[in-house]
């Protein structure tokens, strides 16, 4: 390995710090964000923005997850949307995200709630990767979780969790597992099929 490609990894001992009471830090993070979000989550119904464009998600988004739910609770695949335009195939529009994982919270749960807790659930997978990716380049728990504090709430984050955008939210609460992966895989030639997996999932 050369003195380049240390310099940029280096191979730090993550248990140095395991002495230091810092064990706590990720799981205060992780409470805090959900206990800031717990009002909104608890509360009927949803925030619509105020302005028109920025109040697309509750005017557009939510009626096609909804429409997506209703379909496969009526035993059909949510290929094509009657009640848009003359009809569109909504599995190819990626805002709707037709096939997306966290889609079945919708089928188990009151659509407004699974909504809701769909942007809880990204801010905190988000916060925990970029934790991961930062103790991976040998930050202390204290820092990593400083790190995943930021990210988790950043204004551009919180922004588009007012809105409602879920579709901006997942690649942007992903993106840290992906350099998480890309970076343990140039670490250890063995990783490199997460590394390339992680690199597909990217584009």
């Not at 706590?24 to 979000?37: D, G, N, R, S, T």
């Not at 990210?151 to 579709?167: D, N, S, T």
Request: charged share 15%.
């Amino acid at each position: 390995m050369s003195s380049r490609f240390k310099t940029i990894f280096p191979r730090t001992r993550l248990a140095a710090d395991t002495r230091r009471p810092e064990w706590w830090c990720l799981p205060a993070v992780l409470v805090a964000e959900i206990l800031l979000f717990l009002p909104a989550l608890l509360r009927e119904g949803l925030i619509r923005a105020p302005l028109p464009k920025m109040s697309e998600a509750t005017s557009m988004i939510y009626p096609w997850h909804l429409f997506c739910r209703d379909e496969v609770l009526a035993g059909r695949w949510p290929f094509w949307n009657p009640f848009s335009l003359a009809g569109t195939p909504i599995v190819a529009d990626p805002q709707a995200q037709t096939f997306y994982p966290t889609h079945v919270l919708w089928l188990v749960l009151p659509p407004e709630f699974a909504f809701k807790l769909s942007l809880l659930l990204h801010i905190l997978i988000g916060t925990w990767l970029m934790y991961r990716l930062v103790r991976s380049l040998g930050a202390t728990r204290f820092g990593a979780s400083t790190s995943a504090l930021v990210f988790g709430l950043h204004g551009q984050m919180i922004a588009f969790v007012y809105f409602g955008w879920i579709h901006m939210i997942a690649p942007m609460s992903l993106a840290p597992g992906v350099i998480w992966l890309i970076c343990r895989a140039l670490k250890d030639p063995r990783r490199w099929p997460g590394g390339a997996i992680a690199g597909a999932g990217a584009l």
